[in-house]
């Protein structure tokens, strides 16, 4: 079963403009990561973020984490056309053994 | 590293025969999983493996699915016989051992096309 389900599942804007997508997770976590897949490709790793940590930026890219509202977002700014993908989190489950639980994803169009 | 090696990239097989998908971690990696990815159902943990043991298979689907792990260096997926419901890409992804805290890194994919 899907731990994270992300939202909104599709979302269409032009470059320059910035993207946010919001996840949310059932159970107590180690960590939530963000990860990016192009068309036909391989997942890649984004970010990690902590159960500790509110908040981790890398380059273009913002991860907040709140666990008491059991919700992360991730925000691109500047967006590129190269930023078209679709972007998943991922949940490494508290008592889940080291599993990494993935959602459904948001399907990023960024137009020039 | 070459990263995570699947083979094959494409499979394109009839009802009722044997599948075996590859896959080859990232060395010094100890944790490897098998997700299935469709339309419908999304990205799904089919099993994982620490240590070449596996820890939960939960997420395979039915007995027709089998998992191995021989040594650190490679991972086998087999569906037998395989359905046209099994037609789906297979991934496969390998972290290192200081998880919980480290990323999964990716293979490229296995698209299983069962007519």
């Known amino acids: 079963s899907q731990q994270g389900e992300e939202d909104p599942q599709a979302l269409s804007i032009q470059e320059g403009e910035n993207a946010t997508m919001n996840c949310s997770y059932k159970?107590?976590?180690?960590?939530l990561q963000w990860y990016r897949q192009n068309s036909g490709r391989g997942l890649v790793h984004l970010i990690l973020i902590r159960s500790n940590e509110r908040e981790k930026h890398s380059g273009r890219l913002r991860v907040t984490l709140d666990t008491s509202k059991k919700s992360s977002s991730l925000l691109i700014t500047a967006s590129r056309a190269a930023d078209t993908a679709s972007y998943f989190c991922a949940t490494d489950d508290e008592g889940g053994y080291n599993k990494l639980i993935f959602g459904a994803g948001t399907r990023l169009a960024v137009h020039p | 590293d070459a990263g995570v090696i699947q083979s094959p990239r494409h499979e394109v097989t009839e009802m009722g025969q044997e599948v075996t998908l590859r896959c080859k971690p990232i060395s010094g990696h100890d944790y490897l999983f098998w997700y299935r990815q469709t339309m419908m159902r999304g990205l799904e943990l089919l099993i994982y493996?620490?240590?070449?043991?596996?820890?939960?298979d939960s997420g395979m689907p039915e007995d027709r699915f089998s998992a191995k792990m021989p040594n650190a260096s490679f991972s086998t997926l087999k569906i037998q016989p395989s359905e046209p419901r099994d037609s789906a890409v297979y991934f496969c992804?390998?972290?290192?051992?200081?998880?919980?805290?480290?990323?999964?890194?990716f293979g490229q994919g296995t698209r299983l096309t069962v007519v």
């Open positions: 493996f620490n240590n070449n043991v596996p820890i939960d």
């Open positions: 992804a390998s972290s290192a051992p200081d998880r919980p805290n480290t990323e999964a890194f």
């Open positions: 159970t107590s976590i180690n960590n």
